[in-house]
């Protein structure tokens, strides 16, 4: 079992930069051998795919509608991933959701209880 808890959210101002986090615990010595995300759903809307990393190699992936304005990174000491979100948007305004997969497979199975994120023009 993976226990999953996100911090960081709030309100921010347009243009400005914010940092989650997302504390892992449980079975963390399987860790390495699986992709940690962010998703986020806005009011109305589906779910969205934001970022990934695969905790082993670091390799990364980004949503198009954040590419290039957010980075995904973790700290294996302390068993956190975080999400360094800049120049936001206010259609970047949504509740954050970190999420991680069972093992290798790209399938999300464990979520955390989300962070909203509000971003006020």
């Known amino acids: 079992q993976v226990q999953l808890v996100e911090s960081g959210g709030g309100l921010v101002q347009a243009e400005g930069s914010l940092r989650l986090s997302c504390a892992a615990s449980g079975r963390t010595r399987t860790f390495s051998n699986r992709h940690m995300g962010w998703f986020r759903q806005a009011p109305g809307k589906e779910r969205e795919f934001v970022a990934s990393?695969?905790?082993?190699?670091?390799?990364?992936r980004y949503g198009d509608s954040v590419k290039g304005r957010c980075t995904i990174s973790r700290d294996n000491a302390k068993n956190t991933v975080y999400l360094e979100m800049n120049r936001l948007k206010t259609e970047d305004t949504a509740v954050y959701y970190c999420a991680a997969t069972r093992d290798a497979v790209y399938v999300f199975d464990y979520w955390g209880q989300g962070t909203q994120v509000t971003v006020s023009s």
């Open positions: 990393i695969l905790w082993s190699s670091g390799v990364t």
